[in-house]
């Protein structure tokens, strides 16, 4: 039988890249969640730097497609990740949750990156799946017959209108209270 994990990672080279667009598609994700142990997670990196607003919102489409609960968070500058899970239920607890603070080696490290608390996770996060959907909803997911939905022209540089949107943090805390996922996943803390 294929081995499953709790936890899958990727930081592709970027969608641009020649080939790399298969690692981008609905099928791909779907394989992807397959391997995923049931409860288990998926993150993905999605680099928006060189990619157009209509290409961003067709590879998130993809990644909700095979992930029903997807989510999108914020990374560093114009890097973002998508998290879905398979089947995962919650909540996790307090003691749980906050176990890398009391790492020492590890707590170091978040704080480094600027995590002293594990609540500022939540400043992270952008929108979850019913947010992602409606964001996404003129847009064509990328499967493996349709790689060229990847060369959509590039829009306003960067995309910035669509990161500006998602950088709201007023709005993105609202939609972190709203969080049905959230309120499921996370402690109530």
């Known amino acids: 039988g294929s081995?499953?994990?709790d936890l899958i990672t990727a930081e592709p080279p970027p969608p641009i890249m020649a080939g790399v667009v298969h690692l981008y598609t609905s099928e791909y994700f779907q394989l992807m969640r397959?391997?995923?142990a049931v409860g288990g997670i998926a993150t993905y990196w999605l680099p928006v730097i060189?990619?157009?607003?209509?290409?961003?919102?067709?590879l998130i489409a993809s990644f909700c497609a095979a992930f029903?609960?997807?989510s999108l968070w914020n990374g560093a500058g114009r890097n973002l990740m998508l998290m879905g899970t398979r089947d995962a239920?919650?909540?996790?607890?307090d003691l749980r949750f906050s176990q890398q603070w009391r790492t020492p080696a590890v707590r170091a490290e978040l704080v480094e990156l600027g995590f002293e608390l594990p609540a500022q996770l939540g400043a992270l996060f952008i929108g979850d799946a019913p947010y992602l959907r409606a964001l996404t909803s003129d847009a064509l997911p990328l499967t493996d017959d349709q790689p060229a939905r990847m060369?959509?022209?590039l829009n306003?540089?960067?995309?910035?209108?669509?990161?500006t949107t998602w950088c709201d943090a007023a709005a993105a805390r609202e939609?972190?209270?709203d969080s049905a996922m959230i309120a499921a996943l996370l402690p109530a803390s």
């Open 3 to 5: 081995a499953s994990y």
């Open 34 to 36: 397959t391997r995923l």
């Open 50 to 58: 060189n990619i157009s607003e209509a290409t961003t919102k067709s």
């Open 68 to 70: 029903p609960d997807c």
């Open 89 to 93: 239920r919650g909540p996790v607890d």
């Open 151 to 153: 060369q959509q022209p």
């Open 156 to 163: 306003a540089p960067n995309g910035d209108a669509l990161l």
């Open 175 to 177: 939609r972190f209270r």
